[in-house]
């Protein structure tokens, strides 16, 4: 079989369907060379962890030790581990729902109101963090504004983007219709925002939650100078041994214990999804299996 050039005529020059069989082909080297992409600057960081003794021109360390993990043990290690968990938790729970509200009022504004909308919640994106931290720092000490209360103020506003763009594309997709039938077979607001909107809008919900977590958990830069001191972090531990010599092991150690908590809740968010789109099997939505109860129960 041959493809049809413009004019209706048959070319040989390409038998259709090579270009569609060639699309999963692509789709699968980008995916490898994005996964290399990633992976390969992580080597050096895990072969530093483990080794004990690397000169140079070695290309990989003379021997290897396991000594510095031992500082993941350490309370004070465990403590900052907790503080950043809970400032990466905290920034999210507020940084989402906050993000899901401007998404919303930005689409229910016509014209330029929404997009005014949409370039103030994008502002700090374009705003240094450094000068956003040393502006609103004096406020905060004026205030005396307590120092974690302080962090997670400016960390949440440092979010917002992410937040909002998440939800500003779930919406670009949203079936209002389902929110139309539920309300049109008796169901209360209430009803339709347990059983409708939070359903279609989990995923988005899940990944704005994650970047939420992220600029928390990660932050140095508003830690550092907010914080002043009294809030301890593990970005804080790692900063610190790598501003002195000789402490690569320990620097590998403590950036890989900032970098694998995010990528194991990562896997543990994508997965799942990546495993159910694979299998290709139509699975039925919350909202429209409830929609279809609310449709037998009215007798439609």
């Known amino acids: 079989m041959t493809a049809l050039r ?94 899901l509200m401007g998404a919303l009022a930005a689409q229910a504004l016509p014209g330029r109101c929404g997009r005014a909308v949409d370039l103030i919640l994008l502002l700090p994106l374009a705003v240094p963090p450094f000068a956003l931290v040393m502006g609103a720092n004096i406020t905060l000490l004026r205030l005396h504004v307590p120092a974690f209360a302080g962090v997670v103020l400016l960390l949440v506003v440092v979010a917002l983007p992410y937040t909002t763009f998440m939800f500003r594309s779930a919406l670009a997709t949203y079936e209002q219709r389902f929110e139309d039938v539920a309300l049109t077979l008796g169901a209360d607001p209430r009803q339709v925002l347990r059983h409708v909107r939070a359903p279609l809008l989990s995923a988005a919900t899940v990944r704005a939650f994650f970047l939420a977590f992220l600029v928390g958990w990660g932050d140095y830069i508003t830690t550092l100078l907010v914080g002043g001191g009294q809030l301890t972090t593990l970005p804080m531990l790692l900063g610190s041994a790598a501003a002195s010599t000789g402490n690569e092991q320990l620097v590998a150690v403590l950036s890989l214990a900032v970098i694998i908590p995010p990528v194991l809740i990562l896997a543990a968010v994508a997965l799942p999804a990546t495993i159910r789109t694979r299998a290709r099997k139509p699975a039925r939505t919350p909202a429209g299996t409830w929609v279809r109860a609310l449709t037998r129960k009215a007798g439609l």
């Open 6 to 99: 413009p004019g209706g005529r048959p070319s040989p020059s390409m038998p259709v369907g090579i270009g569609v069989r060639g699309r999963p082909v692509l789709r699968t080297a980008f995916g490898v060379l994005l996964v290399f992409w990633i992976l390969v600057p992580l080597v050096p960081l895990v072969l530093w962890s483990v080794a004990g003794l690397w000169q140079v021109p070695a290309v990989l360390p003379g021997t290897y030790s396991l000594d510095a993990f031992a500082v993941l043990a350490v309370p004070g290690t465990l403590a900052a581990a907790l503080s950043s968990l809970l400032l990466g938790g905290t920034v999210a729970v507020i940084a989402t729902p906050l993000g």
